[in-house]
C-alpha cells in the first residue's frame, strides 16, 4: 500500500559523507513523521534521527551534530545528511514513516534499507 525507497548508501571513507534519501509513495494521506533507523552487524535496531510533522526533530547521541535529517514534503522524501562518519557509523540504514492512509488509518512503513560502509 506504502512503499518506501531508500538511496544514497555506500562506503566513504573516515570522515568522510553521505546523504541518505528515502521516497513514500502509495495511499499516502499524509505522512506524519519519517525517521532513520540502523542496524549493524549484530546489533539491535537503533533509532538515528526522526522528523515531525511539525518538523521538529530528534537525533541520537551519538549522531547529534554529525547528522542532519530533512523532508521534502512535496516529493514526500526525507534524507539524511552525514557527516564526519566514523566506523561504528557502519550499518544497514532503514527508513520509517509515520503513514496515514486514504483510508484514514495509521501504519509505521519500512524501506529495504541502504547499505553504509565507513572504513579506510
Known amino acids: 500500500q506504502v512503499q518506501l525507497v531508500e538511496s544514497g548508501g555506500g562506503l566513504v571513507q573516515p570522515g568522510g559523507s553521505l546523504r541518505l534519501s528515502c521516497k513514500a509513495s502509495g495511499s499516502i494521506f499524509s505522512i506524519n513523521a519519517m525517521g532513520w533507523y540502523r542496524q549493524a552487524p549484530g546489533k539491535e535496531r537503533e533509532l538515528v534521527a526522526t522528523i515531525t510533522d511539525a518538523d521538529s526533530t530528534n537525533y541520537a547521541d551519538s549522531v547529534k551534530g554529525r547528522f542532519t535529517i530533512s523532508r521534502d514534503r512535496p516529493k514526500d522524501t526525507v534524507y539524511l545528511q552525514m557527516d564526519s562518519l566514523t566506523p561504528e557509523d557502519t550499518a544497514v540504514y532503514y527508513c520509517?514513516?509515520?503513514?496515514?492512509?486514504?483510508?484514514?488509518?495509521?501504519?509505521?512503513?519500512w524501506g529495504q534499507g541502504t547499505q553504509v560502509t565507513v572504513s579506510s
Open positions: 520509517n514513516a509515520d503513514v496515514t492512509t486514504w483510508g484514514s488509518d495509521d501504519y509505521d512503513y
